[in-house]
């Protein structure tokens, strides 16, 4: 029997993924970022954001025409160069057989969510083990599907080293390229925003006393040092995050038995109608979610309306 269209995307996105990643790592190389500001000197844009989101969105609509594909950049449409697509797929991924759920979904029933370079500010700052591609599968409004690529994953390990790896996970399926790994037991230690702190963050924080904090850059890290058992919890008690953020990691995350919800402990939508803005922040834990949600405080949750 042939793959059914959700891993036929799947597949087809992880390759897409490895793509951007060299992409990524080739714009570093050359030295020249092409940095523009957004919406101010926390908000940037590099030329790797930019050929990355014309890449994984032109190779994706070449093979699926009829699937919503939404990137977090805003440029203007053009002709995209031969070089920039990937047409492959990984094989693996092919082999594995769709969840009953999903066998008979149609393309134009998905949402992809792509953030070509998730920790674009710490990029242009050399912290490169924040880095991720996230390309997100959603249908019915639900994150089903995610791939998660850190192009520079392994790049303290020495010049030998296989730089980069690709995550990716399946609801019903599970998730791989890594190791799950609980945090340790007993232990409270949230990761959250390095860049985009802020008094009620840092209210929210201390309201769940941890016994350490780890500011990072980007979501799809921070879901990644919760599926690592680097950290217990990821708590953002802010409007900053998108849903190109969070549909990739969601996904994987949700695959491994965890959850991710907004501060007040809502789902977050993923219909290509929703507006973008997370503006309720995250909340999400592989283990003891519920014990993370009851220490919120209502005055947080009273400042961030969903």
């Avoid at 970022?33 to 590099?46: S, Y």
């Avoid at 997100?136 to 980069?164: R, S, T």
Wanted: some cysteine; proline content about 5%; aromatic content about 6%.
């Amino acid at each position: 029997s042939s793959p059914t269209l959700l891993m036929r995307v799947v597949a087809s996105a992880y390759s897409v993924a490895e793509k951007a990643a060299r992409i990524v790592r080739n714009v570093m190389a050359t030295g020249d970022l092409g940095i523009v500001e957004k919406c101010g000197a926390n908000d940037l844009q590099t030329k790797a954001d930019r050929l990355v989101q014309m890449s994984i969105c032109a190779s994706l609509a070449r093979k699926f025409p009829k699937v919503t594909i939404i990137g977090e950049e805003e440029l203007p449409p053009h002709d995209v160069s031969e070089e920039l697509i990937e047409d492959g797929h990984c094989e693996e991924i092919l082999k594995k057989t769709c969840p009953p759920q999903y066998a008979g979904i149609k393309e134009e029933e998905l949402v992809v969510w792509v953030d070509p370079l998730d920790g674009t500010k710490e990029y242009t700052e050399g912290l490169l083990d924040h880095v991720t591609v996230l390309i997100g599968i959603a249908y019915g409004g639900k994150a089903i599907a995610g791939v998660i690529n850190q192009p520079y994953y392994n790049y303290e390990a020495g010049a030998d080293a296989v730089l980069g790896r690709t995550i990716w996970g399946v609801l019903g399926i599970g998730a791989f390229g890594f190791e799950l790994t609980e945090a340790p037991a007993g232990k409270h230690i949230i990761v959250t925003t390095r860049s985009h702190s802020s008094t009620l963050v840092n209210d929210c924080i201390s309201a769940l006393n941890p016994d350490s904090v780890i500011r990072v850059g980007g979501a799809g890290n921070k879901i990644i040092q919760l599926i690592e058992g680097k950290a217990s919890a990821y708590v953002f008690a802010s409007p900053g995050c998108k849903k190109w953020d969070t549909c990739a990691p969601e996904a994987i995350l949700h695959a491994v038995g965890g959850k991710i919800t907004d501060i007040h402990g809502n789902s977050f939508h993923y219909n290509k109608e929703v507006k973008h803005m997370n503006s309720a922040g995250v909340l999400a834990a592989l283990r003891n979610y519920d014990y993370y949600a009851s220490c919120i405080p209502n005055t947080v949750k009273q400042s961030l309306v969903p």
